[in-house]
């Protein structure tokens, strides 16, 4: 087994670009941090319960729900992170204003408060999941090994995480500054990386790149590169280039049809030839997007794409992967 390229990462945030699964891999990273007996906190903070669906469970209340158990036991907790909640939670701990939360929340001056004040919104979701990686036996609540975040997607990745700078005209003294101050001593610390699930492919690995950039100037930790969906090579990559560019010898292919008791028609042989083109093509196209993330100079994981929806057992399988390539 691989030795974990994060050893000392406790807070793990999760994010890449809308449709390149990151809920999935946050969920597989999750099971994979969970065993051998460990237990792991699984969070999302956009309202989508993405969670719920993937392990296929009623939707999550804002309370830790188990949601899975790991190989060689450890258990996956989950929680919907919800702002308005987390801001009555906020106004109970630091105010002591439990009641007057709820009634404001009844005149919907809650929803009004985060709206015009968005960074006070993310520091509330940043806050909960920070209590969760940071919490002690003196509440009561369930310790954690690690934390996973499916946190927004990569174009707000580095806004969303940056609370202090979100705070700086909101609040300079007082607990929604000590609050922010609290949550950015964890995500700058070796204690956090910030992982970015991408595809082989133009748009979401430029995004990729792009946020690692953003991260690096406001100086939050980049983790690992997930390259998720990577399709499987029918063809050894000395054939990439001239079966992309044609050089495909149809007589040898219709012979090989033939062998295996096929009718080869001069139809399936040029359709095939054609299939061919269209994959060696592709199979070029990933080969030049892994070179523009290699130049990044982080660890990167690769994860298969799958024919069949995405299920639990398919979880366990990505977990393993992850595993075994030293991401955990």
Known sequence: MAVSDFPSVKLHVVTGKGGTGKTTVAGALALALAAGGRQVLLTEVEGRQGIAQLFDTPPLPYEERLVATADRGGEVYALAVDPEQALLEYLEMFYNLRRAGSALKRIGAIDFATTIAPGLRDVLLTGKV?????????????????VVLDAPPTGRIARFLNVNAEVAGLARMGPVRQQADSVMNLLRSRRTAVH??????????????????????????????????VREAFLPPELFKPVAAGSIDTAELGRGLKSAGIDATAELVGALAAEAGDHAGRLLLEERERDELAELE???????????????????????????????
């Open 196 to 229: 970015l699930v991408t595809l082989l492919e133009e748009m979401p690995v430029q995004e990729t790149i792009d946020g690692v950039k953003e991260l690096t100037r406001v100086d939050l930790p980049v983790g690992g590169i997930v390259v998720n969906m």
């Open 130 to 146: 920070m209590e969760a990686a940071t919490r002690e036996r003196r509440g009561g609540g369930r310790l954690y090994d690690a």
């Open 298 to 328: 982080r660890p990167t994981y690769e994860l298969p794409l799958l024919a069949e929806a995405i299920d639990t057992s398919c979880l366990y399988e990505m977990a393993n992967r992850l595993t075994q390539q030293g991401l955990v």
